[in-house]
């Protein structure tokens, strides 16, 4: 079983995100800001991780840096699920490191596609 490392400041989207992915056979591990995400994918190994860009403490962008920077996170998948939709944001997380964008409201099929073709690229 794969396990998704959400990240997400919103109750709601985190409820909705561990809903969608454990009901399609996903163990979900939920941290509400930037710091608790990087503090628990120290503490065990999520095989992707979804984050929001605009958080309170680190922002998805810091995120991802941060967890590129640790040795086991260098080839992990790591998406951004975010309202933002700017090519220069998009940019910015290309350049930090993210695998692959998806602007919410988030529709659960193309969700779930985006995480098979994500999970599909790693094992290649």
Do not use: C, H
Request: proline residues 5%; charged residues 25%; hydrophobic residues 40%.
């Amino acid at each position: 079983m794969k396990t998704i490392l959400t990240v997400d400041d919103s109750p709601s989207i985190r409820q909705m995100l561990a809903y969608v992915l454990s009901s399609n056979g996903y163990k979900v591990i939920e941290a509400e800001d930037g710091e608790q995400g990087l503090e628990m994918a120290k503490a065990t190994q999520a095989d992707l991780v979804l984050t929001d860009q605009n958080m309170p403490k680190m922002d998805g962008i810091a995120l991802i840096k941060a967890l590129r920077a640790l040795p086991n996170y260098k080839k992990t998948p790591i998406m951004m699920l975010t309202t933002e939709s700017s090519q220069a944001l998009k940019q910015q997380g290309r350049d930090a490191g993210a695998t692959g964008w998806m602007v919410k409201p988030f529709d659960p099929e193309k969700l779930l596609e985006m995480l098979k073709r994500a999970f599909a690229q790693t094992t290649a």
